[in-house]
């Protein structure tokens, strides 16, 4: 976006001039700047020496074409200096979408192009820094939300403060921590830069306990109409001793959020089912997780794991609550971190997706 103050008559006339552009240096125009007064002033001092007009006159018009020219070429000069000038000040009150016009192939040129780049990098981070705080209050919610339930059913004597219920707040605390530790280099995702830390596990009872604190969470909700209890979740995992090669936490991160997405859009006494089954690769995993909801329309599969995405009204079941439009966006970085793959795939009735990893390298 190319921004400029609002120019004057020899503003508007040096852009329909703008004779400077095809130079390629400021001294180069600086010397035909020099070359033209010099030139202007003899023409003048020879028409006095052959006409009847007075050498003083001649002086004086000499002296106001070359203030004249000096103007309008120091106008030009200065141009891109007020333009930046004008963007820092938007830049300082937080408004990184504004450049400078970057067409000149001369010094102030290549600096109104390294300007623009600065700008669009500070936009980035500026981006990033929005969308790392959202990141880090969406993956905060479930473990939160897990943890309050437990103690609120200890605290209205739903159920007795026994070893196994403060083992799963336990648990909960647990993974909080993690989490608050994990997500502080969530930008370093984009980079590809967060370390795995892969290991082989079984994948019946690890993925049973992260339906367990998902349908804690889910039960709970970030807020009233985000509860759903009525919700069934089922697990199928063939064969019952399958193992997979991953990083459990970040694989916990897909399977949270893919089943609280699915979970949110279900209708009411829904049914969602996590079906894993062996890949191609030694230890690699398939995985699916279906809803029974309205479905994801085709031409917005290309776009649900983008951030902030939310897809349209029609997809919300009866107690979602929009969410964040993250869920997706994190579980697709979880995947790739492991090199694998994420998507919608074809049901016949509500949404299936699809994620692959690849397991142990051969």
Known sequence: MTVCPRPSLLGRAWEALRPLDPYRSVKAALGWLVVGSVVITTFLVFVAFRSATGLRIITVFSIIASLLITQFVAHGLTAPLDEMTEVTRAMAHGDYTRRVRDGRRDEFGDLAHAFNRMAADLEAVDTHRKELVANVSHELRTPIAGLRAVLENVVDGVSAADPETMRTALQQTERLGRLVEQLLDLSRLDNGVVPLHARGFEVWPYLAQVLKETSIACGTGAAPRAARKDVHLHLDVSPPDLTAHADAERLHQVVANLVENAVRHSPPHGRVTVRARRGEGPQSLDLEVLDEGPGIPPAERHR???????????????????????????????????????????????CRIRVTLPGRAS
């Open 304 to 350: 649900v794991f983008e951030r902030f995405n939310r897809g349209g009204s029609g997809q919300h079941g009866p107690g979602s609550d929009g969410g964040t439009g993250l869920g997706l966006a994190i579980a697709r970085w979880a995947v790739d971190l492991h090199g694998g793959s994420i998507g919608v795939a074809e049901s016949p009735r509500g």
